[in-house]
């Protein structure tokens, strides 16, 4: 997948648009395909990476991202086409 720059967003700066990165558990994917998914798509280190994937699986959920809801969107969509159940949930500040 070629990797492209999104444009900076000074929205951020002002109060903008923030959102949470949520993984949602299901019954097909396996420890191993979640971990190295958040490896590649979201930039986690394998330890992380294993602990978003042990919570999720006891807890049904785990935020695992936060930030700008572009940014985000576009993880959710790496994520989703890896098989993976993910959504962003945004947060507009005042």
Request: aromatic share 4%; glycine share 8%.
């Given at each position: 997948?070629?990797?492209?720059?999104?444009?900076?967003?000074?929205?951020?700066?002002?109060?903008?648009?923030?959102?949470?990165?949520?993984?949602?558990?299901?019954?097909?994917?396996t420890f191993d395909h979640v971990i190295k998914s958040l490896v590649e798509v979201c930039g986690h280190d394998s330890v992380q990476a294993?602990?978003?994937?042990?919570?999720?699986?006891?807890?049904?959920?785990?935020?695992?991202?936060?930030?700008?809801?572009?940014?985000?969107?576009?993880?959710?969509?790496?994520?989703?086409?890896?098989?993976?159940?993910?959504?962003?949930?945004?947060?507009?500040?005042?």
């Amino acid at each position: 997948m070629k990797e492209r720059t999104l444009p900076k967003d000074d929205k951020l700066k002002r109060g903008g648009d923030y959102g949470s990165l949520i993984l949602y558990n299901d019954e097909i994917n396996t420890f191993d395909h979640v971990i190295k998914s958040l490896v590649e798509v979201c930039g986690h280190d394998s330890v992380q990476a294993e602990q978003c994937a042990l919570i999720v699986h006891l807890k049904g959920s785990c935020e695992i991202k936060t930030g700008s809801k572009e940014i985000l969107r576009a993880m959710c969509k790496s994520l989703n086409a890896k098989g993976l159940n993910s959504k962003v949930l945004v947060i507009n500040a005042c």
